[in-house]
């Protein structure tokens, strides 16, 4: 049986599915369940996913002093540009 471990030693028990491993890039961790379902939505909503997933790691290391809320608003208006280009090219708006 897998064993988790934290600082004070290891302890014996299942892994629980979903909160241990890596994801594929092409699969997305909440499923998209719209009346207009299509492959380029679906894409779509991966990259909205990875979008909110990046600014709350740009969020926590700017809050940690990591990095500055300057080099922080610039990340972030990055990668929603990024979106914004994503959304047009896959659901031709």
Do not use: C
């Not at 997305?28 to 997933?53: C, I, K, V």
Request: net charge negative; glycine share 10%; aromatic share 8%.
């Amino acid at each position: 049986m897998p064993k988790l471990s934290d600082q004070d030693g290891e302890f014996e028990g299942p892994i629980p599915s979903g909160e241990v491993g890596t994801h594929s890039p092409m699969e997305s961790h909440t499923g998209y369940r719209g009346d207009d379902w299509s492959p380029q939505r679906l894409m779509f909503h991966q990259n909205l996913e990875q979008f909110a997933e990046r600014v709350g790691l740009i969020v926590a290391l700017q809050g940690n002093g990591k990095i500055s809320q300057e080099k922080a608003f610039s990340e972030i208006r990055q990668i929603w540009k990024d979106l914004k280009e994503s959304r047009g090219e896959l659901l031709d708006l």
